[in-house]
DNA sequence: AAGAGGCCCTGATAGC
DNA sequence: TGCTATCAGGGCCTCT
C-alpha cells in the first residue's frame, strides 16, 4: 500500500516524535510478519538510542547511536501509530499514517519510549522489521536495489541502457524495484498518464523524448505526493488525523470508466491487468 | 537471463 | 441476512 511518499510522510513523522529518544522495551505479540522476527529482535534494540531516522525506496530505517540498524517495511496495511503518554492527555492519538483511530486487532510490534509508545499495526502481514547489525549489512540489504527517480544515477544513459532488447511493458518495468526504487502501482500509472505514454508498451520501443518524460514525471508526482502528505486509499471516516490528499490529485489511478482528465480528451479511462495488478489509463491519449 | 505467475495474509465490498 | 468471489497501495520465490 505504501509507496515511496507514503513512507516519507511516516519517516518525517517518526523524526519527529522519536529522534533522539531511548528505546526502553520492545514487545512483539505476533513474530509472524513477512519474515519471522528473529529471537533476539527485542534483546537488540532494548536500550537503543535513534540517532536518526531515514528512508530508502520504501523502508523506514533506523539509526541507532551504536551504528546498527533497524529497516522496517509497511508492505500493504502497515501503519505506525504513536500514543502520547502525557498525564493530561492520555487519549491522545497521532496517526502517521492513514488510520486516525488505532485499530484493536493486529497491533503487532510495540516500542516503548519515556513519554511514547510507537504501535505497528498490520492486517495482513506483508510488512516486516529487520535488526541489521551494522552499515556493511545494510547496503548489502539494498544491493539488488535501482536508483530512486530522485537520484542523479535516474537519468537518460540508464533507462537507454536497462531496457535494451527489454520486451517488458514499460508499467511493469515501474513497479520492478531493481530498475527504480520506491514506485509502487498508483504512481505508476499517474507517471504514464502525465507522460502520455501507453503503460502496455515495451520498454525498448520507448523513443528518448518519452524516456525524458519518464524521468521528469517521476521527479514531479512523488515530490508532489510527499508535498500532499502521501495519498490515502482506504481512509476511516470520522478524522483529525493525518490523512494524505494527494489521492484527490489522481489523474487515472482509480479513475475506471471515467472522463480523461486532460482537456481536448474525449477519451475515458480504462482498466486492464498487467503482472496481476489493476492498470488503470486512456487509450486515446496514452500512446 | 528475462518474464510470467503463484503466493504470503486479512478485510472491504459487490453480487447473488 | 448471509454466503461466496473478487480485489487491494508489495515483493519474494519458482518455473520455463
Known amino acids: 500500500m505504501p509507496e515511496l511518499p507514503e513512507v516519507e510522510i511516516v519517516r518525517q513523522s517518526l523524526s519527529k516524535n522519536i529522534k533522539a529518544k531511548k528505546i526502553n522495551k520492545v514487545l512483539v505479540r505476533n513474530r509472524n510478519l513477512r519474515f519471522k522476527l528473529k ?131 514499460i508499467k511493469g518495468f515501474l513497479l520492478d524495484q531493481k530498475f527504480v526504487s520506491g514506485i509502487g502501482n498508483i504512481y505508476a500509472c499517474e507517471i504514464l498518464y502525465s507522460s502520455k505514454i501507453n503503460p502496455l508498451t515495451p520498454a525498448k520501443d520507448l523513443h528518448k523524448s518519452q524516456l525524458k518524460k519518464i524521468i521528469k514525471n517521476s521527479k514531479k508526482i512523488l515530490y508532489r505526493a510527499i508535498k500532499e502528505g502521501g495519498s490515502t486509499i482506504r481512509d476511516f471516516k470520522n478524522t483529525t488525523g493525518d490523512t494524505g490528499q494527494f489521492q484527490k490529485k489522481f489523474k487515472v489511478y482509480g479513475r475506471d470508466k471515467k472522463n480523461c482528465k486532460r482537456s481536448n480528451c474525449l477519451g475515458t479511462i480504462d482498466k486492464i491487468i498487467q503482472s496481476n495488478r489493476s492498470t488503470f489509463y486512456c487509450k486515446i491519449c496514452q500512446k
Open 39 to 169: 529471537p533476539y529482535f527485542e534483546n537488540k534494540l532494548k536500550n537503543q538510542f535513534i540517532s536518526n531516522i531515514q528512508r530508502f525506496s520504501k523502508y523506514i530505517i533506523l539509526m541507532f547511536q551504536n551504528k546498527s540498524f533497524c529497516v522496517i517495511h509497511l508492505g500493504m496495511s502497515g501503519t505506525i501509530h504513536i500514543i502520547k503518554n502525557k498525564k493530561k492527555n492520555l487519549l491522545t492519538n497521532t496517526s502517521f499514517y492513514h488510520s486516525p483511530i488505532l485499530p484493536k486487532k493486529h497491533n503487532h510490534i510495540e516500542f516503548f519510549f519515556d513519554d511514547i509508545k510507537l504501535i505497528y499495526n498490520d492486517p495482513r502481514r506483508f510488512g516486516f522489521f529487520l535488526f541489521i547489525k551494522d552499515k556493511e549489512n545494510l547496503k548489502n540489504l539494498f544491493k539488488n536495489y535501482g536508483p530512486e527517480p530522485f537520484d542523479k544515477k535516474f537519468n537518460l544513459n540508464y533507462l537507454t541502457n536497462f531496457f535494451k532488447e527489454k520486451k517488458k511493458d
